[in-house]
């Protein structure tokens, strides 16, 4: 059991979240082992980017309890999020900083000591490829650049857990392909948790796959797994996501 | 952590532009009052000589800049005061700040304490403004200085004010006028208090600031600055905490 507890970076139990009487997520666990990359995948709606805003810390949720490294989130958040790192939907970008200047800003956040941070911010740059965009003010870059600085947000810190909601939306094909490999190789020391639309990014990114639906996780299981069995991930997702029978009958007789 | 926030909005403040014209608008409006008042203290300077005790040139020259102050921070801190929150908002840079492992009081009192960084150099520049009259006369320093503290306190309120403003809404125009609306209300109850001697002149910011610029230090009205400003900043903690709570 303790050799488990160790093992698990991540451990949200039963989260629900309602905003008045609509329920956004109902019941939701999600556990993380170190190395391990998750897909949160769902139609739009689903609760996938509610649940990473509890995961996160940003909103609290109605029931339920999160637990980052063996520290509980409302107990000892300042222990808590330190492990974190959380790239929302809309990068939290400050326009008028240049890059340098932003990642130094959020480093000092983090709490990182000021002899480290030269080190930190280059090798971050680095990795994410911002290394001749340091001294560019960022809204003079292009979204994929600005992308690209809300992922070295994330993980400037080196966090345990990494939570990227969409992070490949709006970018072009090479981009999307250097994100991927970027976000295995994060997978390789930290625990990622990565939403999104596109499937076939779980499938080359992953370790494991969880489905959500109207505010329930519907799928859990290994990739690995799911290769074994020879199940293909659209089925899946369609059979369980899809509202409409008759509709989809239509789409499987296309 | 209070530190690196406070650095953060001074540094943002004085990348734009807005911060420079404010300090610039200002200087301008109170020299002029200052010049306006040395013009009219040479003017009535022989008269001044007969009386016994006659007024100096800290009563009849500083403390109506110092009124005047007063008055020009009431309309431009929420000018200042509308980005700090409402606008995080609206750039979902708010994020940033609440999920790095601080707490949100932290966030708040470094902000206040950015803005008041701001009125330090305010002040100081008006301080720089007084003590030229050293040049050609004495000055009081014992009202220099009650009017420098009332000063200091009364810009504080506004930008308590003004943040918990910024901190309900989105939208940084809003968060302006409302500040400025709520700002011009309590001065006009410094007005009505002038007419009537009731209960009304203990709410008004600028009655309190009057004692300061006459050389008293009232402890009612320290305690009045202190309550407000403590009030205003944490009912915005609250009110951000509250958001996760239940948006």
Redesign the interface.
């Known amino acids: 059991m303790s050799e488990q507890t160790i093992a698990l970076t991540l451990s949200a139990q039963n989260l629900c979240r309602n ?1 008045g009487d609509h329920v956004a997520v109902h019941n939701v666990s999600i556990q993380l082992k170190r190395g391990e990359v998750l897909g949160l995948l769902g139609p739009n709606g689903a609760g996938k980017t509610t649940t990473m805003r509890m995961l ?5 949720p109605s029931a339920g309890s999160i637990r980052i490294c063996g520290f509980d989130l409302f107990d000892n ?3 808590a ?2 492990h ?1 790192g ?1 790239l ?1 939907e ?8 240049t890059v340098n ?1 932003y990642l130094h ?2 480093a ?4 990182i000591e000021s002899r480290a941070i030269p080190t930190a911010l280059e090798e971050t740059k680095q990795r994410c490829g911002l290394n001749d965009r340091g001294s560019h003010l960022i809204h003079t870059l292009s979204k994929g650049f600005q992308q690209r600085v809300g992922i070295a ?1 994330a993980i400037i810190h080196s966090p345990d857990i990494i939570i990227l909601d969409e992070p490949t939306v709006g970018l072009d094909p090479n981009q999307i392909r250097e994100i991927r490999l970027l976000i295995r190789e994060l997978g390789a020391t930290s625990s990622v948790i990565l939403s999104t639309h596109i499937l076939s990014e779980v499938d080359s990114v992953c370790d494991r796959v969880q489905i959500m639906h109207q505010g329930c996780m519907v799928f859990d299981e290994a990739l690995a797994d799911l290769r074994l069995k020879g199940i293909n991930l659209e089925t899946i997702f369609t059979q369980l996501t899809f509202q409409n029978r008759g509709n989809m009958d239509r789409v499987e007789a296309a | ?1 209070i530190a ?1 926030i406070a650095r ?1 909005e001074l ?2 403040l004085f ?2 532009p807005l911060a420079w014209i404010l300090l610039a608008l200002i200087q301008l409006i109170l020299t002029w009052v200052f010049l306006g008042r040395l013009d009219a203290f040479l003017e009535i300077q022989p008269q001044l000589l007969q009386i016994a005790n006659p007024p100096g040139i800290t009563e009849i020259i500083i403390s109506p800049v110092f009124a005047m102050a007063a008055i020009v921070l009431l309309m431009i801190t929420p000018l200042l005061t509308m980005r700090l929150l409402a606008e995080e908002r609206r ?13 949100m009081s932290d966030i708040v009192l470094g902000k206040f304490l950015g803005l008041m960084i701001f009125f330090l150099m305010v002040i100081s520049l008006i301080l720089v403004l007084s003590v030229s009259l050293l040049a050609g006369g004495v000055l009081d320093y014992g009202l220099l200085l009650t009017s420098t503290i009332g000063l200091f306190l009364i810009s504080a309120c506004f930008a308590a004010l003004g943040i918990y403003i910024s901190s309900l809404t989105a939208q940084p125009v809003i968060a302006a006028i409302g500040a400025l609306g709520i700002l011009l209300g309590l001065w006009i109850m410094d007005l009505i208090a002038n007419d009537a001697d009731g209960w009304m002149q203990y709410f008004s910011l600028l009655k309190h600031f009057e004692y300061f610029n006459r050389g008293l230090i009232d402890t009612f009205s320290v305690t009045y600055f202190i309550l407000f400003i403590v009030t205003f900043l944490v009912l915005t903690i609250r009110c951000l905490d509250g958001e ?2 239940n ?1």
């Open positions: 905003y996160t810390g940003n909103l609290a958040p300042y222990n999020k330190s974190l959380y929302p809309t990068p939290p970008l400050y326009q008028d900083m200047e800003l959020v000092r956040l983090h709490r947000q | 952590m690196v953060k540094r943002m990348t734009s750039n979902h840079t708010l994020v940033l700040l609440i999920s790095a492992p601080i707490s996760r709570l948006n």
